[in-house]
């Protein structure tokens, strides 16, 4: 993947740069040239199983989508870009809503400058870095948009640091003030929306924010620090990836790459635990030298505090913000709420790593319209998702009983209880999309090169199998069940994959993708997806935008419709180089949606010689005022 000087590692990029774990680095290298380009290219690299399973009915795709046939689509399908701007079908525009640096509040109407970017005494008064899942509530009819900023990039914001690294308390400071979540209340504006500067909705939540932790590991020893003996309370939510929405409308953020924020200003032993989940060795942007809440050799607990679903209230700005620790501690990507037929609350998760799981939790109550959701996501059994090759899957409990472990331990060390019960590895579990004329859901496993090479960081098996059919997977796929008895709170499910990944202009095999894909519409690392209201599933790439060699024809990052019905998908949107496109929500009246632009490498979308680039959230609407959502 090329990088521009400016751009930094994405986060991923970083975790598995850094990431301590047992035989990577030797061995990747060995793997990394075994599938260069040229060797890849030359068929070099065995295909494993994944060919073999191809043809065998896992595709439920049964018309091929046609480059330049009819499509039930209410859009002409765009070509790809590799330049620098947001391109948008024929009868739709876009604009930006949002920039990183933008004032909520009026007194930090002048806190970004390119030059400087953000100064750090207004850092917790405008618009967060590196936008990811996001979601629009009415309030009072008022509309609310609440938005994760996943990470910062310390090169932009820190100018001053050529590597990148703060070395001083105000830069860290200002980069744990650019990172959470932001609410904000938007207002129609001329070309689409604008942000309501100033309104009593704004609010800025940081690493600092206190919250609660509420749910079985609430004061577990495993969350006892110095700062908090009860194991009740924690400051920070962070590496706020994907999104959910609660059916009772408060917004759910997913706490991500977690692991990276965590260092140790001495010797510290990583613990089974610390390298299941890649804590250790020094941070990503130096905090633990700063405060020794992020430093292990002082507050080795303080990691068991994140990586939660953290539930917020944006109708209230002085609303605690509640970490919901039922539902496990992992590398959360988003939260898909949905409710079953009994009544009980349903949420699928994923959490994204080479090799982990998909999970669900279901309440041990009812929920209904009205009530309240008191408990609703405190009490209720987690559940890992297991595969199996007959196109049938299985949720496995995670219970002491299942897993030899106390609740809290399974709670805190999910992954570990996973492992425990023999639930299936995944390639990288990205977000969950429910049908909402449907009882199936949907999951973007974005890619894996570890496939079929190595266990994941738990010593599980990973070899191809059904679901994830091809070694070295560089394109990723989307798996989708339907449950059992029309109910998402079933244990057991049918599943297909509803479209694999591939470039058929390189490929002639299992790497070209399933038949939904060709040279029109082809894409690699489905990430972020959401359905809307008319049943269309929404796709959206955090791949590589060379297009080059194995990844030649798909240019930059893009967004995608598809068609759950015949299995067409045609390409929507493309993002600036660099960027990838994360998050979708629709304005209340459906007619604008909105998209994030996540670390775009060029000058997007302040154009001009020397401007830094600013990921930003767009707004996106038909010319003639149709409805989209
Ligand atoms: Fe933050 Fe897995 O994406
Ligand atoms: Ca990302
Ligand atoms: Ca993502
Ligand atoms: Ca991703």
């Avoid at 399933?514 to 049943?535: I, K, L, T, Y």
């Avoid at 929507?572 to 990838?580: D, I, K, N, Q, R």
Wanted: hydrophobic content about 35%; charged content about 25%; aromatic content about 10%.
């Amino acid at each position: 993947m090329k990088k521009t000087d400016i751009v930094d590692l994405s986060w991923d990029d970083f975790d598995e740069m850094r990431d301590p774990r047992v035989d990577t680095n030797g061995f990747d290298a060995v793997v990394d040239r075994a599938v260069s380009r040229r060797g890849f290219l030359g068929g070099a690299l065995a295909f494993g199983s994944g060919a073999a399973v191809m043809g065998t009915g896992l595709f439920s795709s049964t018309t091929a989508a046609k480059a330049d046939g009819h499509m039930k689509f209410a859009f002409k399908p765009i070509d790809i870009a590799t330049d620098d701007l947001i391109h948008v079908p024929t009868g739709y525009e876009s604009n930006v809503l949002v920039r990183w640096g933008d004032a909520l509040w009026s007194d930090a109407k002048d806190a970004f400058t390119h030059e400087n970017g953000v100064a750090v005494e207004m850092s917790d008064k405008v618009f967060g870095e590196n936008t990811d899942g996001m979601e629009l509530f009415e309030v009072d009819g008022k509309q609310l948009i609440t938005v994760n900023s996943e990470y910062v990039n310390p090169k932009v914001n820190l100018p001053a640091e050529a590597e990148g690294m703060p070395r001083t308390a105000d830069e860290v400071q200002l980069l744990k003030n650019l990172q959470g979540v932001t609410v904000m209340e938007i207002a129609p504006a001329a070309q689409g929306f604008a942000v309501v500067v100033d309104s009593k909705y704004n609010r800025r939540i940081t690493h600092e924010t206190e919250m609660l932790i509420a749910g079985p590991l609430a004061g577990s020893d495993l969350v006892k620090t110095n700062a908090d003996p009860e194991g009740k309370t924690v400051k920070g939510t962070m590496n706020n990836c994907g999104s959910g929405r609660t059916l009772w409308d408060t917004y759910l953020t997913c706490e991500e790459n977690f692991n990276g924020y965590f260092g140790a200003t001495s010797e510290h032993e990583a613990t089974a635990g610390e390298v299941r989940y890649g804590i250790g060795g020094e941070g990503r942007y130096a905090y633990e030298k700063f405060d020794p809440r992020y430093d292990l050799s002082q507050e080795p607990n303080e990691p068991n505090r994140h990586g939660f679903v953290t539930e917020i209230n944006p109708a209230d700005p002085t609303s605690t913000p509640i970490k919901r620790s039922a539902l496990g501690r992992f590398k959360h990507e988003n939260a898909e709420m949905v409710h079953a037929a009994d009544g009980r609350v349903v949420v699928y998760m994923g959490d994204d790593e080479r090799g982990e799981y998909l999970y669900k939790y279901v309440s041990t109550n009812t929920w209904a319209m009205g009530t309240s959701p008191e408990g609703i996501l405190d009490d209720g059994t987690l559940y890992a998702a297991k595969f199996n090759d007959d196109l049938t899957g299985e949720w496995l409990a995670l219970t002491p009983e299942t897993t030899g472990m106390s609740m809290a331990e399974i709670l805190c060390f999910t992954r570990m209880a996973a492992s425990a019960v023999g639930a299936t590895t995944m390639d990288r579990p990205e977000w969950v999309a429910s049908n909402p004329l449907k009882v199936e859901a949907y999951c973007a496993l974005t890619n894996n090169k570890n496939r079929g090479v190595k266990p994941n960081a738990g010593g599980d098996d990973t070899s191809v199998d059904a679901v994830n059919p091809r070694e070295t997977n560089n394109y990723g796929q989307i798996v989708r069940w339907t449950p059992d008895d029309e109910s998402h709170a079933a244990d057991t499910f049918a599943w297909d994959l509803y479209v694999m990944a591939g470039n058929p202009d390189v490929y002639d095999n299992a790497y070209a993708g399933s038949d939904n894909v060709n040279a029109g519409n082809m894409f690699n690392s489905p990430d972020g997806m959401a359905f809307s209201s008319d049943g269309m599933l929404w796709i959206q790439t955090d791949g590589d935008y060379s297009n080059e060699g194995e990844f030649e024809g798909m240019g930059n990052n893009q967004m995608l419709v598809g068609d759950p019905e015949t299995g067409e998908i045609a390409r929507f949107m493309t993002v600036p180089y660099g960027a990838e496109v994360t998050g979708l929500c629709w304005s209340a009246d459906k007619k604008t949606g909105f998209v994030g632009v996540q670390h775009p490498a060029g000058t997007w979308p302040d154009m001009g010689e020397g401007n830094k680039p600013r990921s930003s959230v767009v707004a996106f609407w038909r010319t003639d005022g149709a409805t989209i959502g």
